[in-house]
């Protein structure tokens, strides 16, 4: 289970929120400016809340009242940005393997070659990400996520920039790793029609709050 309780101050915005999420799929959705994002970098620890709580299936990330904050590192999140955020000068299987370097042998979750396979992306090992297409590096993205072993996938966005075709094309492989894969996951969308794609359990976020 995930429990976040967070409240943050900022010139014309705020956000107060208190959420159990228990479902192993949760969407997040609402439109631009809502609070989405925010919400998804509070729980990853890029953002620090002026107070709050986030605890991951009982494990306490961020207390403001007791001082706990974990650094991003180590609260183990994969997490899939809408830009896909590969690193230019690695091909793509560096790209993924760059993942696996911080995570012991003993602790990996997932093989290597099963990610490749599941992804359908073996042909693209050795390309760079300025020759894939939006879709392609978005799976990269996805692969390299799951290969971090993460307590929990979040994903924001991730298929705001891309095209109606691309989109199609993806899709099957978010629900499958929504069906699939046992990690709980959080995804982010103003579309309510690609949630419903992935999941039917999602929260509402408008003017930085939320309503189940």
Aim: charged share 20%; net charge positive; hydrophobic share 40%.
């Amino acid at each position: 289970m995930i429990e976040v309780q967070a409240r943050l101050e900022r010139p014309n915005f705020e956000l107060d929120v208190s959420l159990q999420l228990e479902h192993r799929v949760t969407a997040i959705f609402g439109p631009s400016g809502s609070g989405k994002s925010t919400l998804l970098n509070i729980i990853a620890g890029i953002i620090r809340p002026d107070s709050g709580r986030v605890v991951i299936n009982g494990e306490c990330l961020f207390d403001s009242r007791t001082h706990i904050n974990q650094p991003v590192h180590a609260r183990r999140i994969g997490l899939v940005f809408q830009d896909g955020r590969l690193f230019p000068h690695l091909n793509v299987e560096q790209n993924l393997r760059y993942a696996l370097n911080f995570i012991p042998a003993s602790r990996q979750q997932f093989d290597f070659g099963h990610i490749v396979q599941l992804l359908e992306i073996g042909a693209l090992l050795q390309q760079r990400p300025h020759q894939l297409s939006g879709g392609e590096k978005q799976r990269v993205a996805l692969g390299r996520a799951l290969l971090s072993s993460p307590r929990l996938l979040m994903l924001d966005e991730p298929l705001a920039s891309l095209d109606d075709r691309l989109k199609n094309q993806i899709l099957p492989f978010l629900k499958l790793i929504a069906d699939e894969i046992n990690i709980p996951m959080i995804y982010i969308s103003h579309s309510k029609k690609e949630i419903m794609q992935i999941t039917d359990n999602f929260i509402h976020i408008l003017n930085g709050k939320a309503k189940s």
